[in-house]
């Protein structure tokens, strides 16, 4: 299934959770790795430290895996809602924020 999600993200948390996405530690996880790096580098910042994206996924509940592993460091608040395809929605680039956040 196809999900749209919405999540605050934790700020102070942010520098370990850029390293983590850019380092292979995510990307090289099983079985879900991969998916999540291109989830946040569709995600966008749709409100003061809330990020949306879409995302497949075919375990119940809901990103069970991905959650359990990766996004329940580093986000909060996370809803999912069963959506018919990817959206793409306004605002800056999750990634393009992490990278100007890492670069001070």
Not at 10 to 27: A, N, R, S, V
Not at 34 to 45: G, L
Not at 55 to 66: G, Q, R, V
Not at 89 to 103: I, P, R, S, T
């Amino acid at each position: 299934m196809i999900y749209s999600i919405k999540a605050r993200y934790i700020e102070e948390k942010m520098g370990e959770f850029y390293q983590k996405l850019t380092d292979g530690t995510i990307q090289n996880q099983k079985p879900d790795g991969q998916e999540i790096v291109d989830s946040m580098k569709r995600a966008k910042i749709t409100e003061p430290n809330v990020i949306q994206w879409s995302e497949t996924c075919f375990c119940s509940p809901p990103l069970k895996h991905e959650r359990e592993t990766v996004y329940n460091y580093f986000l909060t608040n996370l809803k999912t809602d069963v959506i018919d395809e990817y959206v793409e929605y306004e605002g800056e680039f999750f990634m393009d924020f992490l990278v100007k956040q890492n670069k001070e």
